[in-house]
T-cell receptor, first 114, second 110 residues
């Protein structure tokens, strides 16, 4: 089945640690996205990538880093510089070659700082 | 700068009645709009979309209306069902950037 797979579903991070959230898609989509959702708030864009080896900062990129070495993969690293990383993280993808097409989301990853 | 706004944090509707969810935007470059439904701890699922060249799109119980001059879109759900209770996000697209509103919690009472 085609889709977007995020892992792990739950992740605990100690203060000062970097952690990486995985996002893999087999939809052959060009564009991929990372969003963050905090309780009671909407989805805020962290980073997005339109093609392999290219990515742009979203609205809240500070403390995060990404890579796009393969079309199907867009991992997000939450660095120790991110002061408030506890949130629900959503990865998404979209076929940028088709105008007006929808974006598809993974099931999300919960990150908690302990 | 919030380019997409959903000014109602929550909405409560009786089962069988109409639910109307509203969304306003500020960027006239947006050319496509989408509505997503989200349950807690799950990824959003796509509901319905509309291109900026249209003013209405209908899919079953869901209808989206777009008023470009007012920079306003709305989602109508008729009839509302208890299973519709969720958070609804509107989103706007330009280029490859997708911007979401803060969401509206819909509660459908039986």
């Amino acid at each position: 089945d085609g889709g977007i797979t995020q892992s792990p579903k739950y992740l605990f991070r100690k203060e000062g640690q970097n952690v990486t959230l995985s996002c893999e898609q087999n939809l052959n989509h060009d564009a991929m996205y990372w969003y963050r959702q905090d309780p009671g708030q909407g989805l805020r864009l962290i980073y997005y990538s339109q093609i392999v080896n290219d990515f742009q900062k979203g609205d809240i990129a500070e403390g995060y880093s990404v890579s796009r070495e393969k079309k199907e993969s867009f991992p997000l690293t939450v660095t120790s510089a991110q002061k408030n990383p506890t949130a629900f993280y959503l990865c998404a993808s979209r076929d940028s070659l088709l105008s007006g097409n929808t974006i598809y989301f993974g099931e999300g990853s919960w990150l908690t700082v302990v | 700068d919030q380019q997409v706004k959903q000014n109602s944090p929550s909405l409560s509707v009786q089962e069988g009645r109409i639910s109307i969810l509203n969304c306003d935007y500020t960027n006239s470059m947006f050319d496509y709009f989408l509505w997503y439904k989200k349950y807690p701890a799950e990824g959003p699922t796509f509901l319905i979309s509309i291109s900026s060249i249209k003013d209405k799109n209908e899919d079953g119980r869901f209808t989206v209306f777009l008023n470009k001059s007012a920079k306003h879109l709305s989602l109508h759900i008729v009839p509302s069902q208890p299973g519709d209770s969720a958070v609804y996000f509107c989103a706007a697209v330009y280029g490859n950037k997708l911007v979401f509103g803060a969401g509206t919690i819909l509660r459908v009472k039986s």
